[in-house]
């Protein structure tokens, strides 16, 4: 495949220009923030992090490269401050969202998180021990008093809440068919406990 860029000759026309494969791959972002600085200023290298798809194939993660320890500070977060709540958005206050569509607004959630998020420091702290591999998860609940969307768990946890709505909020009329659907089944499959 032949791969063509525009560019000024000495006369000042443009002309098309070979590109080699080699050469277009080196133009291809490196980092995981867009501007090269913001990883080198925090740890949020590309040695330590990768952003992936997740084991369903169905949107981005974060994916650790390297193993985190209990308590260990495991990167620090940047973003663009917004006063409305969205996709990719974390909650600082009630009017301040962080917006981070590059590496902590990509966190996935779970019932049983890998990493609490400090959201007055910017700083995101390993809650157990993580492995090289795993992507970053946090409790979408923790941080959003109400969710830019709710939707369904299947993260597997024993505590799986199986609807995540926001602190603050009850499930929306999805939610609650969603739950209601699965209660009776889930009642029936529990054993039965004895009467004293």
Known sequence: MQLFRRRHDITGKYRKSNLTHHSFAMTE???LY?????????????????VALNSEGQGYGVRTLAPFSRGELVSRMTGLISNRRRLHTLQVTETIHLYDPYFSGLFLHSCSPSVGLDMQRLEVWAL?????????????ASTEDFLFRQFECQCGAPNCRKWITGFKELPNNEGKAYLAKIRPSKIAAEPATKER
Request: net charge negative; glycine share 4%; proline share 6%.
């Open 29 to 31: 972002k490196k980092f």
């Open 34 to 50: 867009p501007i090269e600085w913001l990883d080198e200023e925090r740890p949020t290298s590309n040695a330590r992090f990768e």
């Open 128 to 140: 157990r021990d993580i492995e090289a591999g795993e992507f970053l998860t946090m409790d979408y």
